[in-house]
């Protein structure tokens, strides 16, 4: 939906600067070099929603390494852990008409998908996992999201380099269909290091836009007043860029 407002608006740029200068000789190459740029943004905005490979069961990495942080280093943490995180919460606010508070279970009763797909770290390693969740979309609609939200943005319950982590993604990326809020690694609840008991799988992106230890999703207009208002914690403090597509 968002695509689509994003598509008329540039359509509606184009419509209002073109209709100025059709009338002459350069106007009219000005105006194709104007299409060819409206038809290029279209192809990398419909190649954004392409699925990435996908791969067999046989591919999958035999251990899923951790990274980044391993657990989170608090008391609730300890407690959600040794109660089996029956008493997690993943709050969805924001720019939405009815905000929810899902537990595990909630998240199991949606429809499910499951993808083995490759995770790739810009420090220059690659896993291969079989993930299992609800889509991220599922969530985003069953919560009414407005028509004025932008980005999604992840809160997350660990703390690295002595900043909470969050992370943030656009409406195309956020309602991809291998955008996944997955609850287990390999057909089992996800382990510590991985980010139990929940956390996103955003398969068009690297490896540090994918949130672990999710705690929150809001939906959002603007990232200028989220964190330092570069879109995350690797934005933030170590001037990682924000769109990190693959
Ligand atoms: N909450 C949180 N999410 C995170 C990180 C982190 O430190 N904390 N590290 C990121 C980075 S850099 C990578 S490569 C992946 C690592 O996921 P893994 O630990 O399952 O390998 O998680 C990302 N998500
Ligand atoms: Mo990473």
């Given at each position: 939906m968002k695509r689509r407002a994003l598509l008329a608006g540039l359509g509606a740029m184009f419509v209002g600067a073109c209709s100025k200068v059709a009338n002459s000789t350069a106007g009219s190459s000005l105006l194709s070099a104007a299409e060819d740029w409206h038809r290029k943004a279209h192809r990398a905005l419909s190649n954004r929603t392409a699925l990435v490979r996908e791969y067999a069961?046989?591919?999958?990495?035999?251990d899923f390494r951790g990274n980044g942080s391993l657990s989170v280093d608090t008391d609730a943490y300890r407690r959600h852990v040794v109660e089996g995180f029956k008493n997690w919460r993943l709050e969805v606010g924001g720019l939405v008409a009815n905000p929810l508070s899902l537990s595990l279970e909630d998240l199991r009763a949606l429809p499910q998908r499951t993808q083995i797909t490759r995770h790739d770290c810009v420090e220059g390693w690659s896993a291969i996992g079989e993930w299992t969740g609800p889509q991220l979309s599922a969530v985003l609609e069953a919560a009414g999201i407005s028509e004025d939200a932008n980005f999604i943005v992840f809160r997350c319950a660990d703390t690295l380099g002595g900043h909470k982590y969050y992370e943030s993604v656009d409406m195309v990326d956020a309602m991809h269909p291998q955008t996944i809020i997955a609850h287990l690694l390999n057909g089992e609840s996800l382990p510590i290091k991985n980010g139990a008991p929940l956390r996103m799988r955003i398969?068009?992106?690297?490896?540090?836009?994918?949130?672990?230890y999710l705690t929150a999703i809001e939906a959002v207009a603007s990232l200028d007043e989220i964190g330092l208002g570069q879109g995350g914690y690797w934005e933030d403090h170590h001037g990682y860029q924000w769109y990190a597509g693959i």
């Open positions: 069961k046989s591919a999958i990495s035999p398969e068009r992106q690297l490896g540090y836009k994918h949130p672990k």
